[in-house]
């Protein structure tokens, strides 16, 4: 009795979830204005594909895609780099000021999003780099990296020091040990890590619009968004996009799974 109740729960709350998502679906194959329509059936016999062709076709929407790929791919590349260096450094060595750099980090970490616009705006402006891509992936990076290096940190706590020891006996010099050795051993947690900074920026709204005002320079986010006007919005090609946006990141999560518990369990064994 306790297994079926457990199942028929389980099963409830699949289907809670998958309603809304079948729903988008439903209005990206509509041609009306699905949130005037009071019908309830998901699809019916006038669903098309004709807002995905004009998505493509008659948007600039594969140019924001490309926008959104070269900033995810940067801040991820720089997010592993830096946080597996960085992580690393902070594991194996001491050196003075390690405990307030790590409570900073951590205290970093406590400040909304939103709290931080007025500040990186006036500091992105200074440098000039308002409208330009690199401003943007500073600003990324930057935010991402405190949880990374913890996330680093605490999976390098939990190798042993004896593997770069004996590593170093054999001739490899500390940077070598480091590469050799424990890199291709850390895996999971380097997979976490640029999970972590690519759905930071894949998706993210908020910077990007204070950050990016040229139409031609919209990621993803902001490119969805001139969908909407004050007087109409065009659902369909809304739902349409948002079903596209979403696709690398499941293709993402079905090609790491094996990665992400231990990615993320193991660096929490020790801090």
Known sequence: MKKSLSWFTILLFCLFSLFPMLYVVSISLRGDNAFGSRSLALFNSQSTLKNFSELFLHTPFLKWMMNSLYVSTVVTLSGVILAA?????????????????????????????????????????????????????????????????????????TVPKELEEAAKLDG?????????????????????????????????????????????????????????????????????????????????FIMISKYLVSGLTVGSVKG
């Open 85 to 157: 260096t960085s992580g690393y450094a902070i594991s194996r060595y001491e050196f003075k000021g390690k405990k307030i750099m790590l409570m900073s980090l951590l205290t970093t970490q406590m400040f909304p999003a939103t709290m931080l616009m007025l500040p990186f705006f006036i500091v992105l402006s200074k440098l000039h780099l308002i409208n330009k891509f690199l401003g943007l992936i500073i600003i990324y990076s930057s935010t991402a990296l405190p949880f990374c290096i913890w996330q680093m940190k605490g999976y390098f706590d």
């Open 172 to 252: 490899c010099s500390s940077f070598q040990a480091f590469y050799k050795i424990i890199l291709p051993m850390s895996t999971p947690a380097l997979v976490i890590t640029g999970l972590f900074s690519f759905m930071s920026s894949w998706s993210e709204y908020l910077v990007a619009a204070i950050t990016l005002q040229d139409p031609e320079l919209y990621t993803l986010p902001l490119g969805l968004k001139s969908f909407q006007a004050s007087l109409a919005t065009q659902w369909g090609l809304y739902a349409a996009g948002a079903l596209v946006v979403s696709i690398p990141v499941v293709v993402l």
